[in-house]
């Protein structure tokens, strides 16, 4: 089993940036597909952006070029820095994790953080 625990969410203003983290417990995540998925109100869970065990990267058309996920295996940590933050930006952060290939699903993911609230306002 894996736990993981999101943080660093806030309040910022649009074209500010935050820092979210997830630090994972249980197991070590150096073989794990790490991931960033967001929800916002009234709205189906969407896919972020996700680092694969051996770096591999991969963002949502929505993240490239503002977010950046990044991993420290020695630490079980996973970082998403999110720039040039939009009011559309705004929804629960959700850390998640999986054994083997990319997947933008999140029915794909096995663990699953609680859920740090991000909210740009304008």
């Known amino acids: 089993q894996v736990q993981l625990v999101a943080s660093g969410g806030g309040l910022v203003q649009a074209g500010g940036s935050l820092r979210l983290s997830c630090a994972a417990s249980g197991r070590t995540i150096n073989t794990y597909l790490m991931a960033w998925f967001r929800q916002a109100p009234g709205k189906e869970r969407e896919f972020v952006a996700a680092?694969?065990?051996?770096?591999?990267?991969y963002y949502a058309d929505s993240a490239k070029g503002r977010f950046t996920i990044s991993r420290d295996n020695a630490k079980n940590t996973v970082s998403l820095q999110m720039n040039s933050l939009k009011p559309e930006d705004t929804a629960v952060y959700y850390c998640?994790?999986?054994?083997?290939?990319?997947?933008?699903?999140?029915?794909?993911?096995?663990?699953w953080g609680q859920g740090t609230q991000v909210t740009v306002s304008s």
């Open positions: 998640a994790a999986k054994i083997g290939a990319y997947r933008s699903s999140p029915a794909a993911y096995d663990y």
């Open positions: 680092i694969s065990w051996s770096g591999g990267l």
